[in-house]
């Protein structure tokens, strides 16, 4: 990120050196939730980095990004069932209640309420744009609705879309996205646990999207009985070390599949976004069929 000073492009490290400040607790980069008319800037810094070192990039990042309302450091890992982190405030708002925009999609969410990465949007498209007409769609672990809404707007003929989700929070968000991007009928939204409420629709489904990369494997078994018996597609997503990206995505799959007497084809396989130094969140492409190629 730049900052205009001195009639010259300095970038933020730049810019808090001339102002004597220690450069090596300032982030390379941060992610921005919301839209020109109000956003709030997510930072994350070493445990050491001195206070009044993480205001003055605060102070740095709204000046510059004028449509930045509020600025908020991670203060610890995502954990519970909702995958949600503690944040410090370091400037702006109390509320950050923001409607952030994606390729045409509207969501309306607090990053302190419910999970969301903003970084996630082109691997939405990519999935959303594999949608056919017709089809019938399960989104699990589906937030406050961002791949439920980019398959509905990319795809105004699908069938339907059941996205479940188990934190509240994100759910009523969801509910007012469906109105917000008119996809009433199209959209199916549901509050409750996977687990539970997933055998409504089994062999109904015609593709199925897991984007928990923390743990989607323990659902494999309800994402798998949720393909129609003539087939159909699973993305499936995990944790795994630039090492060896998918060998045991390969094996937990084709184990579910020994367990449902099906086989499955892979399509594709990518990583999505870098977790950690060295650990990637990945997604495979997965073709579910009852009978052996």
């Not at 050196?17 to 390379?28: C, H």
């Not at 509020?70 to 982190?85: H, I, M, N, P, Q």
């Not at 702006?92 to 309306?108: A, F, P, S, W, Y």
């Not at 009523?172 to 409504?200: C, S």
């Amino acid at each position: 990120m730049n900052v205009k000073g001195g009639g010259q492009e300095l970038s933020l490290r730049e810019r808090l050196r001339v102002l004597g400040e220690d450069v090596r607790y300032v982030p390379s980069s941060f992610e921005i939730i919301g839209s020109r008319g109000k956003a709030v800037a997510i930072l994350e810094f070493p445990e050491e980095a001195p206070e009044h070192v993480k205001m003055k990039v605060a102070e740095a990042v709204m000046k510059v990004n004028k449509n930045v309302k509020t600025v908020l450091a991670k203060s610890s890992e995502r954990k519970g069932a909702f995958r949600l982190r503690e944040y410090e405030l370091l400037a702006g708002e109390e509320n950050t209640e923001v409607i952030h925009v994606e390729h045409g999609v509207r969501l309306k969410l607090d990053p302190r309420k419910v999970y969301f990465s903003s970084r996630e949007a082109t691997e939405r498209v990519r999935v959303a744009s594999q949608v056919k007409p017709g089809e019938f769609v399960m989104v699990m672990f589906a937030g406050v609705g961002p791949y439920a809404l980019m398959i509905a707007k990319k795809q105004p003929l699908v069938e339907k879309v059941v996205a479940i989700e188990l934190n509240p929070d994100a759910y009523n968000y969801m509910v007012e996205n469906i109105l917000l991007n008119k996809v009433e009928g199209k959209v199916l939204p549901v509050l409750g646990d996977v687990k539970a409420v997933a055998r409504n629709w089994y062999s109904m489904c015609d593709r199925v999207v897991m984007p928990l990369p923390k743990g989607a494997h323990m659902f494999l078994n309800e994402a798998f009985n949720c393909i129609r018996p003539e087939g159909g597609i699973i993305h499936f997503y995990h944790w795994a070390s630039e090492y060896d990206l998918y060998s045991e995505a390969y094996l937990l799959l084709e184990r579910e599949a020994y367990l449902k007497n099906r086989s499955v084809k892979i399509v594709d396989a990518r990583i999505v976004s870098e977790y950690a130094p060295r650990i990637y969140k990945i997604c495979v492409d997965v073709f579910i069929k009852s009978s052996h190629f």
